[in-house]
């Protein structure tokens, strides 16, 4: 109740300034399977004092998949808005109703396969997040697999896949203002 007074008495969009100026703009969370990206971007929205946003990027292809996005969604608490979105993410994170949220993106590689599934121009949609998240004026938490720290992948496809997920976060790391590798679900800082 009082934290409602005080948004009225200095105005909501003052009040969303004054709340986020200690959160970094755009982070990026980095790391292989099960190293606990997800559960970080969970805390660090948890902990901004926002409304939490989840844009899950994934589709229950199959009953393992429906299995592990229902596990997500319970890790959850109450207070999460979710948005599935497998393609569009900038029209997801750009909703104008998301103003005063934290938004998490979960994640990066999920929705890559997906543009590679429905035979989209990976490099230009790459290009087309970077600079749309480059003019976000909102807070925002992307999350994404770390693939080429392993053996070279036996198929062309895996190949492709791997050299678009590196360009991939490297565009990422570009325009994002905080950057962590999270290892055994330890983070470590990448940038600053």
């Known amino acids: ?4 007074m005080e948004r009225e008495k200095i105005g909501f969009h003052r009040w969303i300034i004054m709340l986020t100026a200690d959160l970094p703009r755009l982070t990026l969370l ?3 399977a ?3 990206k997800s559960r970080r971007a969970q805390t660090l929205a948890e902990e901004s004092g926002l409304v939490p946003v989840m844009i899950a990027t994934a589709q229950a292809g199959d009953s393992e998949m429906a299995e592990r996005i229902g596990r997500h969604r319970a890790e959850r608490s109450q207070e999460w808005m979710t948005i599935e979105e497998p393609l569009e ?3 997801a994170i750009g909703q104008p109703e998301f103003l005063g949220h ?3 993106v979960d994640c990066l590689t999920l929705w890559l396969s997906n543009l590679f599934f429905s035979e989209r121009l990976v490099e230009h949609s790459i290009d087309e997040l970077a600079s749309g998240l480059a003019r976000l004026d909102r807070p925002c938490i992307l999350v994404s697999n770390e693939l080429g720290l392993g053996i070279v992948p036996e198929n062309e496809l895996a190949r492709t896949f791997r050299d678009a997920q590196g360009r991939l976060n490297q565009r990422m790391a570009q325009v994002c203002d905080h950057v962590e590798l999270i290892v055994a679900g330890l983070p470590l800082r990448i940038k600053p």
């Open 89 to 91: 993410i900038l029209s």
């Open 30 to 32: 980095l790391g292989g």
């Open 1 to 4: 109740m009082k934290m409602g």
């Open 34 to 36: 099960r190293s606990g």
């Open 102 to 104: 934290i938004l998490v």
